[in-house]
């Protein structure tokens, strides 16, 4: 299968550099695509390496994604990456010549991902196609990262041991997302792959599916659903979203699910059930949504919320960020702004890292609703082994902070901590929520402020000073259910936007 590699390099590759490292490969022909990307093309017309063009980077991403690195330069590292776009010999070959030619002229390291072939199931390696695999090239797909087709999806394979957002992945979902029918995107990993947390909520919504290996079979990293190729079958016009995955069931009817999904949780059935004051062992991991909106003015600058929260839950603001994985833009602000602004009036997307203790990370949506710009932030904190979540009049403050930016909806949760800032394809203890906060705008339509628990008592207490918002904490008996209904009567009221 394709495979990629990283150049890591203190300086910016400049065009002369690239130009020499591709040199490397002079025996054919090179070609820039409309993002930019670089394709070296084989005599007989097929796209054999394709080269990115160089993003900054800092260290403590290269290690949050790639692992050890040795340090090079002052911390500013900028990340050059190229992938086969075919099994061949001569594609891999190619790949690691101008990898190595440009490390020769900038100095700097080679990291490379593995090979893994999810459809080699014979002990000695040779390619098994079993009923249903995907059929098709990334030449078919028009675009690098894309390792089969079939009518419905575009499969990627990635032989990495974290997988996060990465322009590669993306370029796929907005290719697949554009052809007729529109494809689902499959991302297929080794069984012991973990996925960033920018990636994890990407996958909640639907625009990838993460698929793992379980026998003949695979089963999906989110739910653990034991699923097969249905490539031949064909595409029903009745699906909103074509899928080209299909459930296994057992003769009860019910969905399998994989052992490998329910072996080695990170906690016990109902680790969180008893009060979260004390720290589990592995440490804690505390999550924020919240949703804002403010008049779409020229002078409007996103990631105010964003920042607050960030300086309230760690005691400092992100340290960079970027519309793709690694995020190695220094944190600005006004950065922000005009890189999402420019995307408008189609939904964008940008993901956020921290420097220091607690590690934490953050995406940020951003979308238009008549004059107001809503601004969806989901921030994950990974507490240190002795940490503590938030006091009451942390999250009273943070509240009402949040209120003169236009809260519309806030909830903090606390779940157990899988891994740095990453998540496993293994089922999670439930979490259990700290705060649910409506904006004062919403007020009114929440007299008692207060979120009933399974007994239909109430769990919660309304906190925030007259005219701002409604904040509840919830007892550690509260039912997510009856949580999700006080937030749907609060999307209801601001006209569906929460």
């Not at 995107?185 to 069984?191: E, F, K, N, R």
């Amino acid at each position: 299968m394709s495979f990629d590699i990283v150049v890591l390099t203190s300086a910016q590759p400049d065009r002369e550099a690239l130009v020499l490292a591709l040199a490397a490969g002079a025996a054919h022909r090179v070609a820039r695509t409309g993002t930019g990307t670089l394709e070296v093309i084989a005599d007989d017309g097929r796209p054999l390496v394709a080269v990115s063009p160089p993003e900054r980077s800092t260290r403590g991403e290269a290690v949050r994604l790639l692992g050890p690195v040795p340090a090079l330069g002052d911390g500013v590292l900028w990340w050059t990456e190229m992938r086969t776009c075919t099994a061949d010999d001569l594609a891999a070959t190619t790949a690691r010549a101008i990898a190595g030619h440009l490390v020769e002229i900038m100095g700097g390291h080679i990291w490379s991902s593995g090979s893994w072939n999810p459809w080699s199931h014979h002990a000695d390696g040779s390619d098994v196609t079993p009923t249903g695999t995907p059929a098709g090239t990334a030449a078919e797909a028009k675009s690098p990262a894309v390792d089969r087709l079939t009518h419905d999806a575009a499969v990627i394979v990635q032989d990495r041991a974290v997988v996060g957002v990465s322009r590669w992945l993306q370029d796929s979902v907005r290719a697949a997302f554009e052809t007729d029918p529109p494809r689902q995107v499959g991302l297929v990993t080794p069984a012991d792959t973990r996925i960033t947390l920018p990636l994890h909520d990407l996958l909640t919504v639907g625009a990838v599916r993460w698929l793992l290996p379980f026998g003949d079979l695979f089963y999906d990293g989110l739910t653990g659903a034991v699923v097969d190729w249905a490539a031949d079958r064909p595409h029903d016009p009745r699906l909103s979203k074509p899928d080209s995955w299909r459930t296994v069931r057992g003769p009860d009817g019910t969905p399998v699910t994989a052992s490998a999904f329910t072996a080695e949780s990170a906690g016990p059935p109902g680790a969180l059930a008893t009060p979260v004051r004390q720290s589990p062992p592995g440490g804690l991991r505390l999550s924020l949504q919240a949703t804002t909106a403010a008049e779409a003015t020229d002078h409007c600058l996103l990631g105010a919320s964003t920042e607050l929260a960030w300086r309230c839950l760690t005691g400092d603001t992100p340290a960079s960020w970027g519309t793709a994985e690694p995020a190695g833009t220094p944190w600005s602000r006004q950065d922000l702004t005009r890189a999402l602004r420019a995307r408008l009036p189609l939904p964008t997307w940008a993901v956020l890292v921290g420097s220091g203790t607690p590690a934490a990370t953050a995406t940020v949506r951003v979308a238009t609703l008549g004059t107001h710009l809503i601004e969806e932030l989901t921030l994950h904190i990974d507490l240190p082994a002795d940490g503590q979540p938030p006091s009451g009049d942390t999250l009273r403050e943070l509240a009402g902070n949040l209120s003169p930016l236009g809260l519309r909806t806030l909830v903090v949760a606390m779940g157990v901590r899988s891994g740095h800032l990453t998540a496993p394809p293994r089922r999670r203890p439930a979490t259990v929520p700290l705060a649910v906060a409506v904006g004062s705008a919403d007020r009114g339509r929440f007299p008692s402020g207060a979120v009933p628990g399974r007994d239909g008592a109430a769990t919660g207490s309304t906190a925030g000073a007259h005219g701002g918002p409604v904040l509840v904490l919830p007892g550690r008996h509260a039912d997510w259910a009856e949580v999700e209904r006080f937030l749907r009567a609060a999307r209801r009221s601001a006209g569906g936007t929460a």
